[in-house]
Every structure is written in structure tokens, then in C-alpha cells.
């Protein structure tokens, strides 16, 4: 089964903390995605990857960055966190084949206080 | 007009009954269709995919793409439950997908 691990569950982070959310997936996907989602807002795609050291914004990049060194980890970096950053934070993986079919972490619940 | 628009719901229906959920598109040059379902507190999760006009069934679920409407729907038959969840419209452009809002789904015993 296809497996994508995100590191931390919940995360309690104050204004200004610099914060990384790490993901890892175990199937050799090419295409990686960091997402938010928030009620009533739905998912909101961050950033993606289509393979190692490439990055694209996706809708809503503003206030973080990426970092993708190896296939198989793709990190979201909050430079400086701010409240209106509090949200789920979903990673998701898939082939670029079928970039359809999204495998994705059980997310990452950050606070920032 | 936004991208994929989904109605949020609540629907409710009755144990046993047809849930209906359905979901309409702004760009005409969209090429396949994806729905997830979302239980509370867990991530989504593929369960069908529709890329060509009419009817795809999987047990007790049939997807329905008209794109000259540019309408996707979701029937689930005898309703469970256990089906109580988010299910999430997705559509392709052959960018990222790009996900609806949801629409949440009671199923009443």
C-alpha cells in the first residue's frame, strides 16, 4: 500500500516561529503536494512538485516555501508563523500518469498562537 | 464563478435511500473527474473517477459526467452510515486538481 507519512500530527507553534512540516512517501512518486484545508474554504493547494529540486506555487503560496531534495521528501517551510497560518496541513503524493489519484498523509494540525 | 462548486450541505437521507451529490465545473477544457470522501478527522480518500460522458458504476456507487453541462454527480445506492462523510468533486485541466469544497453527507439510521 502506498504510504505517505506526514511527521507531525499537531503542532503548537508561537507568531514569528519558523516551522517545517515534513512528508514521506514509500511508493517512488514522482508528483508531491502540500495542501490547507480550512472549514468552508476546502483544500487549498500550497505548492507541488513534479520531481527532485522542482517546485511550483500553487494557489495560495504566500508565507511559505518548499523544499524537495530527495523524491521521496517534500517539506513545507513557514518562514515566519502567523496566526491566519493555523490550519490542516494535508501532503499528498501520486504518479505523474494519473495525477488524479492522490494519495494523501493524515495531515498535520498546526496552532500558531 | 468559481472553478467546481458543490452545494455544502448537509444532505440527509434515510438508511437505504439513493444519496444524490452532485458537482458543476467552470472550464470546458477539464478532462477527467475524481471523487473523494472525507471522514471527519481523517484525510481523503479517492473512491471513483469518470473521465468520459455517462455512467461509471463501482457497487454502490455510479458517477455521472455530462460535460456539455458540465455537471459530475455521485449517486450512492442503498445508503449506509457508515457513507456519512465530506465527498469532494475534483476536477483535472491537466494541472494539479482542483477540489470543490465539499458537500457533507448524513446517512440516518
Known amino acids: 500500500d502506498v504510504k505517505v507519512t506526514q511527521s507531525s500530527r499537531y503542532l503548537v507553534k508561537r507568531t514569528g516561529e519558523k516551522v517545517f512540516l515534513e512528508c514521506v512517501q514509500d511508493m517512488d512518486h514522482e508528483n508531491m503536494f502540500w495542501y490547507r484545508q480550512d472549514p468552508g474554504l476546502g483544500l487549498r493547494l500550497i505548492y507541488f512538485?513534479?520531481?527532485?529540486?522542482?517546485?511550483e506555487k500553487g494557489d495560495i503560496p504566500e508565507g511559505y516555501s518548499v523544499s524537495r531534495e530527495k523524491k521521496e521528501r517534500f517539506s513545507l517551510i513557514l518562514e515566519s508563523a502567523s496566526t491566519n497560518q493555523t490550519s490542516m496541513y494535508l501532503c499528498?503524493?501520486?504518479?505523474?500518469?494519473?495525477?488524479?489519484?492522490?494519495?494523501f498523509g493524515e495531515g498535520s494540525r498546526l496552532t500558531v498562537l | 464563478q468559481k472553478e467546481v462548486e458543490q452545494n455544502s450541505g448537509p444532505l440527509s437521507v434515510p438508511e437505504g435511500a439513493i444519496a444524490s451529490l452532485n458537482c458543476t465545473y467552470s472550464?470546458?477544457?477539464?478532462?477527467?473527474f475524481f471523487w473523494y470522501r472525507q471522514y471527519s478527522g481523517k484525510s481523503p480518500e479517492l473512491i471513483m473517477f469518470?473521465?468520459?460522458?455517462g455512467d461509471k458504476e463501482d457497487g454502490r456507487f455510479t458517477a455521472q459526467l455530462n460535460k456539455a453541462s458540465q455537471y459530475v454527480s455521485l449517486l450512492i445506492r442503498d445508503s449506509q452510515p457508515s457513507d456519512s462523510a465530506t465527498y469532494l468533486c475534483?476536477?483535472?485541466?491537466?494541472?494539479?486538481?482542483?477540489f470543490g469544497k465539499g458537500t457533507r453527507l448524513s446517512v440516518i439510521a
Open positions: 499528498a503524493s501520486s504518479l505523474p500518469v494519473n495525477t488524479g489519484e492522490l494519495f
Open positions: 472550464d470546458r477544457g477539464s478532462q477527467s
Open positions: 512538485s513534479y520531481d527532485v529540486k522542482m517546485k
Open positions: 475534483a476536477v483535472n485541466r491537466g494541472t494539479p486538481l482542483v
Open positions: 469518470i473521465y468520459s460522458n
